[in-house]
């Protein structure tokens, strides 16, 4: 079996002390491909540093997530210009609309969202996207730009039947992480997930967040890992009524052409 993680924010602080180790445990559970998410200016920049770093194992996206909106300004813009060009960035983001926290205001979350977008376009990226209590305001401006951009997937997906019903009938990718392990809030995904086609599904752990609260032995800390990837391909299979080994061929399968990668 094996996997790969779209998204992975490897660039933590909780992963400096032992990223070495964490990749080996990641390639032991069967993870032979891994994105690291670029959430803003200098996480971007670091994200590449990773997948120079390890070439065939990490690639990178760069972006501007919503809550850091307000501190996108032009050098930021051109920044982000120049790393979307580098062979080793996927895609444009992780970039979207969050008005479930607002730690920047909705104004701002707009205007980048937008800018981010028009790079994809002009650049021909894929899109790593996040969405929050914003659905409307996202859809509408994805709306605009997504016949310009190759492909777009919506990244931790968490959001109702409605809204993924939008996104697939905008063609787009659905990314799950290990939300649906959630008895608390993610127990809708569970139903939700057999609705997503074959080759639109993506899984991701979201790491260091979002650790699956059915892993078992429970860890004792609270980070999640790449190497946990494997066991929410298996509780996705579950849901969706077909082995893990068809859910891992299918999702790896998918990833691999929406980013482009190489063989792990």
Known sequence: MQLVDIGANLT???????LDAVLERARAHGVTRLVVT???REGSEHALALARAHPGLLWATAGVHPHHAVDYDEATDARLRELAQDPAVRAVGETGLDYHRNYS?????????????????ELGKPLFLHQRDAHADFLALLR???????TAVVHCFT????????YLDLDCHIGITGWICDERRGT???????DIP????????????????????HPSHRRNE??????????????????AETTAAHSTAAAVAFFGLAEG
């Open 12 to 18: 933590h602080e909780s992963f400096r002390h032992d």
């Open 38 to 40: 670029g959430a803003s």
């Open 105 to 121: 205001p909705r104004e701002a979350q707009l205007e980048a969202f937008e800018r981010q977008l028009a790079i994809a376009a």
């Open 144 to 150: 605009r730009y997504r016949d310009r951009v190759p």
């Open 159 to 166: 959001d109702t039947g409605e809204a993924l019903r939008d």
């Open 188 to 194: 809708h995904l569970r139903e939700l997930v057999k």
């Open 198 to 217: 074959a080759g639109r599904l993506l899984i991701e752990t979201d790491a260091p967040y979002l650790l699956p609260r059915t892993v078992r032995p």
């Open 226 to 243: 790449p190497m946990y990837l494997k066991h929410i391909c298996e509780e996705i299979a579950r849901d969706r009524g077909e082995s």
